[in-house]
Structure formats: C-alpha cells, structure tokens
C-alpha cells in the first residue's frame, strides 16, 4: 500500500509517507477552502465528512489508537502538511478563527476520534487554540510560559475533561530544544506499592481549577486512579492536584516520582501532529528561551472527546463549546 506508514524510532511515533502527506494535503485544501470560521457548526460538519476522504492507512492509525492507545498513551504523526505558516503569534488567548490548513487537519483528526470540544472559560472557547509563548509569561505554568511545565492532565479539575489532546507543531523553537514530555499511568503502575495504589483510589484529593474558570466554590474530592484498578484511568495535575491527607500527600509524590521515572520526551518538528490520551497519560514540555521575533514555537491545539453526549447539559443548542 502506498499509503502505509512505518514506524521512525518509538513506536508511538510514525512517518507519513510523501504521497500519502500529498493525499491528506487535497483534502485539507479542500476544507480550508469551505465558507465560515472554525468555530461553526457547518464547518465542523464539513470536516467530519472529510475525514472519510483520507487516506485509509491514516484513518486507520487513528483508529487503532482510539481503540487501544497502548502503553505509551500517546501517538506521533509525522509529515502532515501545515501550508504557508505566518509570523508566530505572541498575544495571549490566540486562537484560529480562520480556517486554515492546520486548522483542518486538527479538526478532520478530532472528527476521527470523536468530537472537538472547547471550553468557553479556555481560549475563548475555540476549538483551535495556538500555543505559544507570551512576553511576560515565561515562568507561567500554562500553554503561554517557557520554563519546565509540569506534568498534567489537561483540565483535570473538570468532570468533562478532554479525552484527547491534539498538537499539531507549525514551528519549532529557535534552538530545538523544546520537548513535549508524555508519560503514562500503564508503565508507572508496577512502579507504585500496593499500598499507594489503594491510597491514590480514594477520594482524597483536591484539584484547583485555572483563575481563568472563576470561583466554582471549594473543588470536588476526587481519586487520582479510577476505574479497573489493573488498567486505570489518571486524573491529577501536579501543579494543582493536593493531597488532603498525610498519605494521599506522600501516594502523589510517590505517583510524580513514578511517572517521571517512564516519561518520554519528543521534540516535535513542523507538520508534527501529537496526540495524547488524556485519561491515561500526562503530558509537560521541557523549557525552552523564546526571542518574540515572530519565528517561535508555535503549536495549534485542539481537544476532542469519545462521546460528545456526556456534557450535553453544558453546551448550548448541543453545540461545541462547554458553558462551564
């Protein structure tokens, strides 16, 4: 099959071959293309519909992951076409409302795994968001800070969480040095003792949401492990997840310490697409030095979910976009 991809070092990361690129390249064209913003339900309709129209060894990469994320919880495409890529953005809340090439292939691989979502508090509520580093906010321990950004689940505060996190890279940083860090809950459970397995399947734990959410009153208790306790699902997020008892304390630092130990780092290149199963890995980034000369690090971003249907309740006229 021409359109076979083959595995380039880990083997959660592949190599689009050049005529399958050129095949995903027509498509998005093609998308990009299609009147109204990315935000509209008509596009995303549009995008759906093209999904179908890639090539087939693509689609089905993503649906074996979907299916399975395997034990690295994570999934490097290689090689998808980005097109003419502007100066970097350095405001902070920059998104894409236009539709784009990038913008296409994000939301076409959403509409593969699921459903894009946002979140109206997040980025304006769009569905695709740049991540880039802002003046001013190099020690921010978010998308728009440089330095070392802990290990996370993305908006692990919320009953709604992501159940899939999408960067597409549209450029790297100056030096190369910055690395999307993955890490996943399946190679760190050996690691952890019984006793700290049963601690981390309590609901002794605390998540604090961004400033950017409001004042929801005081946070849920939560587990950290949930579900079947030999493959579970992870929620924590190590800058704002608390232990609220001198165990669940001493059982998270044990969990950080266990999932550094398995971390992985990438580096991604232009026209890099990660994905990362967000309900069992965590994900960081290494540090990096932006210069704010319109050539940094620039990644897209965009989260989607298995069923939609779950937070019907928070998305008006059952729409995209979750309220709360």
Same mark, same amino acid.
């Not at 971003?301 to 937070?311: G, K």
């Given at each position: 099959?021409?359109?076979?991809?083959?595995?380039?070092?880990?083997?959660?990361?592949?190599?689009?071959?050049?005529?399958?690129?050129?095949?995903?390249?027509?498509?998005?064209?093609?998308?990009?293309?299609?009147?109204?913003?990315?935000?509209?339900?008509?596009?995303?309709?549009?995008?759906?519909?093209?999904?179908?129209?890639?090539?087939?060894?693509?689609?089905?990469?993503?649906?074996?992951?979907?299916?399975?994320?395997?034990?690295?919880?994570?999934?490097?495409?290689?090689?998808?076409?980005?097109?003419?890529?502007?100066?970097?953005?350095?405001?902070?809340?920059?998104?894409?409302?236009?539709?784009?090439?990038?913008?296409?292939?994000?939301?076409?691989?959403?509409?593969?795994?699921?459903?894009?979502?946002?979140?109206?508090?997040?980025?304006?509520?769009?569905?695709?968001?740049?991540?880039?580093?802002?003046?001013?906010?190099?020690?921010?321990?978010?998308?728009?800070?440089?330095?070392?950004?802990?290990?996370?689940?993305?908006?692990?505060?919320?009953?709604? &969480? #992501?159940? =899939?996190?999408?960067?597409?890279?549209?450029?790297?940083?100056?030096?190369? +040095? /910055?690395? $999307? %860090?993955? !890490?996943?809950?399946?190679?760190?459970?050996?690691?952890?003792?019984?006793?700290?397995?049963?601690?981390?399947?309590?609901?002794?734990?605390?998540?604090?949401?961004?400033?950017?959410?409001?004042?929801?009153?005081?946070?849920?208790?939560?587990?950290?492990?949930?579900?079947?306790?030999?493959?579970?699902?992870?929620?924590?997020?190590?800058?704002?997840?608390?232990?609220?008892?001198?165990?669940?304390?001493?059982?998270?630092?044990?969990?950080?310490?266990?999932?550094?130990?398995?971390?992985?780092?990438?580096?991604?290149?232009?026209?890099?697409?990660?994905?990362?199963?967000?309900?069992?890995?965590?994900?960081?980034?290494?540090?990096? &030095? #932006?210069? =704010?000369?319109?050539?940094?690090?620039?990644?897209?971003?965009?989260?989607? +979910? /298995?069923? $939609? %249907?779950? !937070?019907?309740?928070?998305?008006?006229?059952?729409?995209?976009?979750?309220?709360?």
């Amino acid at each position: 099959m021409g359109e076979r991809l083959y595995a380039a070092g880990a083997d959660w990361v592949f190599q689009l071959r050049a005529d399958a690129a050129a095949h995903v390249r027509q498509v998005a064209d093609w998308l990009s293309a299609q009147h109204g913003e990315v935000d509209h339900w008509a596009w995303v309709a549009a995008a759906r519909a093209a999904w179908e129209e890639l090539p087939g060894a693509v689609r089905q990469r993503f649906r074996d992951f979907r299916r399975d994320s395997g034990s690295a919880a994570a999934l490097v495409l290689r090689g998808l076409p980005i097109g003419d890529v502007p100066g970097t953005p350095s405001a902070g809340d920059s998104v894409q409302r236009q539709t784009s090439i990038p913008a296409a292939v994000l939301v076409m691989v959403a509409c593969g795994l699921g459903d894009p979502v946002a979140y109206a508090a997040e980025k304006h509520g769009a569905l695709v968001q740049d991540v880039v580093p802002v003046p001013g906010k190099e020690d921010f321990q978010g998308n728009a800070g440089s330095v070392r950004l802990t290990m996370h689940n993305e908006n692990a505060f919320h009953a709604h &969480r #992501p159940d =899939y996190v999408m960067l597409l890279c549209l450029r790297p940083d100056h030096e190369r +040095v /910055a690395g $999307l %860090r993955v !890490s996943s809950v399946r190679g760190a459970l050996p690691k952890l003792s019984p006793r700290t397995r049963d601690v981390l399947a309590q609901p002794d734990f605390r998540t604090d949401p961004p400033p950017s959410f409001g004042d929801g009153g005081t946070p849920e208790r939560h587990a950290v492990l949930h579900g079947d306790p030999a493959d579970p699902d992870l929620r924590v997020d190590f800058t704002a997840t608390t232990g609220l008892t001198a165990d669940a304390a001493s059982a998270l630092r044990e969990l950080e310490a266990a999932l550094e130990s398995v971390a992985s780092d990438v580096r991604l290149a232009a026209g890099d697409l990660a994905i990362v199963d967000n309900r069992v890995a965590v994900h960081g980034r290494t540090s990096f &030095r #932006p210069r =704010y000369d319109g050539r940094d690090r620039w990644l897209q971003r965009t989260f989607a +979910v /298995a069923d $939609l %249907r779950r !937070s019907r309740a928070l998305r008006r006229l059952d729409g995209y976009v979750l309220s709360a």
